[in-house]
Structure formats: structure tokens, C-alpha cells
């Protein structure tokens, strides 16, 4: 690969983390900055509706944020393809999360499609499928984690 392809790779890369980060954060000004914010953009979480348009998806990031009291991500088998303009990337989520007093975890097969712009690279799709053989397994959280 060349240097110029290197650093597209990591500008992606970098901006992935910045989506995931801001996830993990329950941080919706994160979010946005990491989104065209486009009535372009489509996100499709699991087991939800699609939307479309930022302001949409907004609300999806809000509804998301305002039910969970823990995030976190490992994110594995990350696959990247360069396509002039726009990067497919495609990984699995390992999300592990505390809502209701009761944590979860599950693994998400993801699609993220990144777009050049002129504020640099930009999400513009995440579509996130449950893996089924892994699904999230219930168990009480113990009440030192909720403090």
C-alpha cells in the first residue's frame, strides 16, 4: 500500500474509533461529530427500524443513550476496502452493557461507510446485525457496579 493509502486507512481507522469511543461515552455531540449529519445518512441498529437523515438517527443515538447506563466495545475482525472516496469497513462489536440494573452481552456483525469530505472522513452508514449463536445472555449486575 502507499503512504497516501496508509493514511486514508488511518484517518478511517481514526475516525472509527472516534464513532465507538463516543458510543461508549453515550456522548450524542461525539456522535454528531463523527457523522456527514446528512439527510443522506442511514443507520440501521439491531432489531430496529431504519433511519434516515440525521435528525432521525439523533434521536435513535438519544433513545439509545438515555436507556444505557454502561457501554463498552471490543471491536474485532475489522476488514477494510478502499473504494475512492468511500471506505467499507466491516468488524464485529463486542458490546458489553448495563441496562435496567441488568447487563448484557452481545457480538454485532457491522458495516461502517465512510465518505471523504471536507471536513476529512466522515460516517455516513452503520447498519448493525445481532449474531444470533451469541445473542445477549441476562444476568443481575451487582449493586458495587452500579455505584
Do not use: K
Not at 1 to 17: E, F
Not at 51 to 59: A, C, D, T, V, Y
Not at 64 to 73: P, S
Amino acid at each position: 500500500m502507499t503512504a497516501a493509502g496508509d493514511a486514508r486507512i488511518q484517518a478511517v481507522l481514526s475516525v472509527n474509533r472516534a464513532f465507538y469511543d463516543a458510543f461508549e461515552a453515550l456522548d450524542l455531540d461525539g456522535m454528531r461529530e463523527v457523522w456527514t449529519c446528512t439527510s443522506g445518512d442511514v443507520c440501521i441498529h439491531p432489531g430496529w427500524d431504519i433511519h434516515r437523515g440525521w435528525s432521525e438517527i439523533r434521536e435513535s443515538w438519544r433513545a439509545i443513550f438515555a436507556g444505557t447506563g454502561y457501554m463498552r466495545f471490543e471491536v474485532t475482525e475489522v476488514h477494510m476496502r478502499d473504494h475512492a472516496g468511500i471506505v467499507q469497513l466491516t468488524c464485529i462489536e463486542n458490546i458489553y452493557a448495563v441496562a435496567g440494573a441488568v447487563s448484557h452481552h452481545s457480538r454485532v456483525a457491522c458495516t461502517n461507510l465512510f465518505v471523504e469530505t471536507d471536513q476529512g472522513w466522515r460516517l455516513t452508514l452503520h447498519h448493525g446485525s445481532p449474531i444470533a449463536s451469541s445473542m445477549a445472555h441476562a444476568r443481575p449486575v451487582p449493586d458495587e457496579t452500579l455505584n
